[in-house]
């Protein structure tokens, strides 16, 4: 509806040229209202009135002699045959406007014209050529760190690669794309790239892989769904500031309009600070039901089965009980925003004792050797979230051992900076696999890990949570095939 009501007032405003204007300012409006005719209605997918729309900018561009203006209608033009699928006309249009652009030394403009050759030749199936122009274009906005637009380039190569069924180069591509959107907070593109790693590791069969990212993109969907509306008014404020400074009151009420949308949003996500908890509590539930049927299947026919059947249900089984992993961290992550009694001494020597008992069996089944340092200190905090910490990082060493036998030291000591005063540093130092340097980071992140086969994503961000909540803080230092030293920081007992 918003789209309809913009172009009603751009035809508007022209008709209120009863002739064709004359003076400067009045061709200059004249020709924008014509321009932005032709892009509203590329949006509402009118391609044949878009290309009309965009010539007749383009012959108003060159009375002008408005250099920018006139490769912006050339732009026009080839985007609208590219959407009508002509794609000689849309390559000589772009091609033109890129070299214009080359010549007036409007370098962004450039960029934009070689990624938009690259994204017909594209559409064409011819891959090499894509690829070539959209490499040109990407060198140049990475040279100018024009980083919004270099993840657009970087999802249009994996797109490519993804055609030729180059998944090794499509996956760099995107992580590529996903670090510099993710820096930007760019959610919009952030989405789309989860969705091509999901669907991605979906086609190769590589499920824990894939749900990772699916409940990224689902989770990022739905939070711009909840601020869209909030964005659109943003969005029309900047315009607002930059193109129509004379129009104060304009800007006035929709200034009042986000502040009720910002309200609002408060308010939201208040309500949504319950959601994973009221989710996954009414989820166990069913889940109960569920693996009581299977149970029942599996000892009604067990004595049919064939080998198939039983490998099918061992799948149904781990994922059920992957499923049932994912609901009780879930919870666990949850009640960490409800309030909490005051800190209390808790003693972590005694801590990892509880966890070393509550990890017995996969102890007890791998022999890893554990070395504790001597007098484990006391800290400040909650016994039940402290010792999650330790029990989610210790069964993690346990979790992704590498080939040898299992190797744990955990140790401590009293950090003595002046900003670190009255903390105590833990360090629990495995041999296992390690984690690449590029995802230090993001293993903290909810549902992110280190997409590992046996992780959910979950453990090592309620670990950072825990500890945030005591003014502490958590890091990795890794590398593959060296094992990892997971750190942080707990207040001491004074």
Not at 308 to 318: A, G, L, S, T
Request: hydrophobic letters at 35%; a positive charge; proline letters at 2%.
């Amino acid at each position: 509806g918003q789209k309809e009501n913009a172009l009603t007032a751009f035809h508007f405003s022209i008709k209120q040229f009863t002739v064709s204007p004359t003076e400067p300012y009045q061709e200059y409006l004249y020709m924008l209202a014509y321009y932005h005719i032709a892009e509203i209605n590329a949006a509402l997918g009118n391609f044949k009135i878009m290309l009309e729309k965009h010539h007749t900018f383009y012959e108003l561009s060159k009375r002008l002699d408005n250099v920018d203006m006139i490769n912006r209608g050339l732009n026009g033009v080839g985007r609208a045959y590219l959407s009508l699928k002509d794609y000689n006309n849309a390559i000589k249009y772009l091609q033109i406007a890129e070299q214009n652009s080359a010549k007036a030394a409007n370098i962004p403009f450039k960029a934009k014209n070689l990624h938009d050759i690259g994204s017909a030749y594209y559409q064409m199936k011819s891959y090499e050529n894509a690829l070539t122009y959209l490499g040109k274009a990407l060198r140049i906005r990475e040279d100018y760190q024009l980083s919004d637009a270099s993840i657009s380039t970087y999802i249009s190569m994996a797109n490519v690669y993804i055609a030729q069924h180059n998944v090794e180069l499509a996956l760099e591509t995107l992580y590529k794309a996903l670090a510099i959107s993710e820096s930007l907070k760019t959610q919009k593109k952030s989405c789309v790239i989860y969705e091509l790693l999901s669907t991605i590791y979906e086609k190769n069969k590589q499920f824990p892989e894939a749900l990772v990212y699916y409940k990224k993109f689902h989770t990022t969907k739905a939070a711009i769904d909840d601020i869209k509306s909030a964005q659109k008014e943003n969005e029309r404020i900047r315009e607002t500031n930059t193109k129509l400074h004379q129009q104060k009151n304009i800007i006035t009420k929709q200034k009042k309009q986000i502040e009720t949308y910002a309200a609002k949003l408060t308010d939201s996500n208040k309500l949504l600070q319950n959601f994973a908890y009221i989710a996954a509590h009414d989820l166990k539930a069913p889940m109960k039901v569920t693996g009581g049927f299977i149970d029942l299947v599996q000892k009604k026919h067990k004595h049919n089965w064939d080998d198939d059947d039983k490998q099918f249900f061992n799948f149904i089984n781990q994922s059920m009980q992957k499923l049932s992993m994912m609901i009780d961290d879930l919870l666990s992550l949850s009640r960490l925003d409800q309030a909490l009694p005051a800190p209390e001494i808790v003693d972590t020597y005694e801590l990892v004792k509880d966890t070393k008992k509550r990890l017995h069996q996969k102890i007890q089944d791998l022999q890893p050797e554990i070395k504790i340092q001597k007098n484990l200190p006391k800290v400040l905090g909650h016994e039940s979230l402290i010792g999650q910490v330790f029990q989610n990082l210790i069964d993690n060493a346990l979790k992704y051992r590498s080939e040898a036998t299992p190797r744990i030291e955990i140790s401590y000591k009293k950090l003595v900076a002046e900003d670190k005063k009255g903390f105590m540093q833990f360090e629990i130092k495995d041999n296992g696999k390690g984690i690449p340097v590029t995802l230090h980071e993001k293993v903290f992140e909810l549902f992110s890990g280190t997409r590992q086969k046996n992780s959910n994503g979950i453990g090592l961000a309620t670990c950072k949570k825990i500890v945030l909540n005591y003014g502490g803080n958590i890091w990795v230092e890794s590398k593959v095939g060296k094992g990892s030293t997971m750190i942080f920081t707990l207040p001491a007992v004074a």
